[in-house]
């Protein structure tokens, strides 16, 4: 019989570190733990921020970054990699040939993080050609927000319409599935566009009236990421994931002054109350 540490899913996350605690690494590894996996990380880059904004980033030199990744990889290895904030093309690239040597039949959840909740860009204008060439293609999953879509497809993402349209072109871009989220697309109604390459899914749920949005999409990718390592389908991983994102943000603690982090402990309250 295996062990209890064996069966679980075992999660390399490289992103940025937010101070903050509510969006990167933080985020995920929260998440990743409350759902039952084992978080590792790469940090791409140190950020000053809080709820209000970003305030400065420092970048960890592309050495350190694959150090950190290949000594997860050579000793504990992963079920899936999700990727965050990555920042530079030379980074990407880097990290791109890693993955083909040491990790080529790891599952790739991309979050393509570019411009943070307070409007912060966080990604180089010259890197997001090399994501689309490099880290997009073969990813098991792709999380954009409709702002994110549009700068990676040059599709409008205004509507559903839109949102299908830029799936379509980031699996015809080589990924094998595709999120287009639509938190920034009006209506009471929030539809997430989920396309495989065999079915296309509409996730639907009531519009949250909060400002407690930070780190919203690093938590979905990393929530999705942990239920694919439980073996969870690509639609079910993506429902699960958003359904007890919906929960975090409901239980969300009202810190801060700008837009306030979630409550990825939700499920531990629940018990202790």
Same mark, same amino acid.
């Given at each position: 019989m295996a062990s209890e540490t064996e069966k679980l899913p075992r999660i390399l996350i490289v992103a940025g570190s937010d101070s903050s605690g509510g969006a990167g690494v933080q985020a995920d590894l929260k998440t990743v733990t409350a759902l039952g996996g084992y978080g590792m990380t790469a940090i791409?880059?140190?950020?000053a921020q809080d709820t209000t904004g970003v305030h400065d980033v420092w970048p960890v030199p592309v050495p350190a970054v694959l150090a950190q990744a290949q000594a997860c990889l050579n000793d504990i290895g992963a079920d899936l990699i999700k990727t965050g904030m990555l920042g530079s093309r030379v980074l990407i690239e880097a990290l791109a040939e890693l993955l083909a040597e040491r990790a080529l039949d790891v599952r790739r959840i991309v979050d393509p993080v570019m411009v943070a909740t307070s409007g912060a860009r966080l990604i180089d204008e010259s890197a997001v050609d090399t994501l689309r060439a490099l880290l997009i293609t073969d990813a098991a999953l792709v999380t954009p927000n409709a702002p994110e879509a549009e700068i990676l497809t040059g599709k409008a993402v205004e509507t559903i319409d839109g949102q299908r349209r830029a799936a379509e072109a980031l699996l015809e871009l080589g990924a094998k599935a &595709?999120?287009?989220?639509?938190? +920034?697309?009006?209506?009471? %109604?929030?539809?997430?566009?989920?396309?495989?390459?065999?079915?296309?899914?509409?996730?639907e749920a009531p519009r949250i009236d909060t400002v407690s949005t930070h780190g919203t999409g690093c938590t979905l990718a990393s929530a999705i990421a942990t239920r694919l390592g439980h073996g969870d389908d690509m639609e079910t991983a993506v429902r699960a994931a958003r359904d007890w994102l919906?929960?975090?943000?409901?239980?969300?603690?009202?810190?801060? &002054?700008?837009?306030?982090?979630? +409550?990825?402990?939700?499920? %531990?309250?629940?018990v202790l109350d």
């Open positions: 791409t880059a140190i950020t &595709a999120l287009v989220k639509g938190g +920034h697309i009006d209506g009471h %109604i929030l539809t997430d566009v989920l396309q495989t390459e065999y079915s296309e899914h509409f996730i919906t929960e975090a943000i409901k239980a969300a603690p009202g810190f801060g &002054a700008g837009a306030g982090p979630l +409550h990825h402990g939700w499920q %531990i309250s629940r």
